[in-house]
């Protein structure tokens, strides 16, 4: 029961996990480069951005998607997440503009985000390839 109930629920857990531990990476990367490397605010969250964004593509593809590696997902796993930021992005400036505090443009941002993110990473990032089918002459 509980092993099937795992398997239902695997993918999203994962994906969740992987979500908060590549939240970290950024975190410390993004520490490092300001304290360490003395990076400026915006070049470090690129660089932050970056390597938590390779950082959980890798994870996602080997242990959420069970998926090999391949630039061409990659491609489309970061599109995914420009995507999501432009989302949250705006999801923020509409609460801004409407004069809601921030952190209840947090709060509709940290409900929605994930479960797009999710939806599009599995559905397109991490799609199975399609057979063409062959067409006879």
Do not use: C, Q
């Amino acid at each position: 029961m509980l092993l099937h109930l795992w398997e239902k629920w695997r993918e999203i857990a994962l994906f969740a996990l992987v979500g908060v531990t590549n939240t970290l990476v950024h975190g410390l990367v993004l520490a490092g480069a300001m304290e360490f490397l003395l990076l400026p605010l915006l070049v470090s969250h690129t660089v932050a951005f970056g390597v938590a964004n390779l950082f959980s593509y890798v994870v996602n593809s080997r242990l959420t998607f069970r998926m090999p590696l391949s630039v061409s997902r990659y491609v489309r796993f970061l599109a995914a997440s420009l995507v999501a930021l432009a989302l949250t992005l705006g999801i923020a400036a509409a609460a801004d503009h409407w004069g809601l505090d921030y952190l209840y443009g947090f709060a509709i941002v940290v409900v929605t985000v994930p479960v797009f993110s999710f939806v599009v990473v599995k559905f397109w990032a991490f799609s199975k390839p399609r057979t063409e089918p062959r067409s006879h002459i």
